[in-house]
């Protein structure tokens, strides 16, 4: 059995057939087969999400797919997706010192500790705001 027979598109479709004609099929008709119906194989996704706006006399639609990427990836996409990698954590990271230190200067503001005699931030007193 060839690799294109094990590919999951090409097995579905092959599936559908007898026996019999499973086995007739050479590996550049299986490729070109892959080829044709690529563009309608989707599968299961973990988001997927699709819909129709209406605009004046057109109609656009809409298509948000996501869920866990299963190809193989080309050296370029490797480094794009450890690039998005990188990006996604340092933001992560950054907020997540942001929001302690919001954390902490909150917490010593309300137990009255002063830093610096006489100077304060606003953080405090923006804070106590939301709540009265």
Same mark, same amino acid.
């Given at each position: 059995?060839?690799?294109?027979?094990?590919?999951?598109?090409?097995?579905?479709?092959?599936?559908?057939?007898?026996?019999?004609?499973? #086995?007739?099929? #050479?590996?550049?008709?299986?490729? =070109? %087969? &892959?080829?044709?119906?690529?563009?309608?194989?989707?599968?299961? =996704?973990?988001?997927?999400?699709? *819909? /129709?706006?209406?605009?004046?006399?057109?109609?656009?639609?809409? /298509?948000?797919?996501?869920?866990?990427? &299963?190809?193989?990836?080309?050296? &370029?996409?490797?480094?794009?997706?450890?690039?998005?990698?990188?990006?996604?954590?340092?933001?992560?990271? #950054? %907020?997540?010192?942001?929001?302690?230190?919001?954390?902490?200067?909150?917490? &010593?503001?309300?137990? *009255?500790?002063?830093?610096?005699?006489?100077?304060?931030? *606003?953080?405090?007193?923006?804070?106590? *705001?939301?709540?009265?």
């Amino acid at each position: 059995m060839s690799n294109l027979q094990q590919d999951p598109a090409i097995r579905s479709l092959l599936n559908r057939m007898p026996k019999s004609i499973q #086995t007739t099929f #050479t590996d550049d008709q299986l490729a =070109h %087969l &892959k080829i044709a119906i690529g563009a309608r194989q989707w599968g299961n =996704h973990a988001v997927d999400c699709r *819909g /129709v706006i209406k605009l004046f006399k057109y109609r656009y639609y809409y /298509v948000v797919l996501a869920g866990r990427n &299963k190809r193989e990836l080309s050296a &370029k996409e490797q480094r794009i997706a450890k690039l998005g990698q990188a990006l996604v954590l340092s933001v992560v990271l #950054t %907020l997540s010192v942001l929001l302690m230190l919001l954390i902490t200067y909150l917490v &010593k503001s309300a137990l *009255g500790i002063d830093i610096f005699e006489g100077y304060s931030f *606003g953080v405090w007193g923006w804070f106590k *705001g939301l709540f009265n």
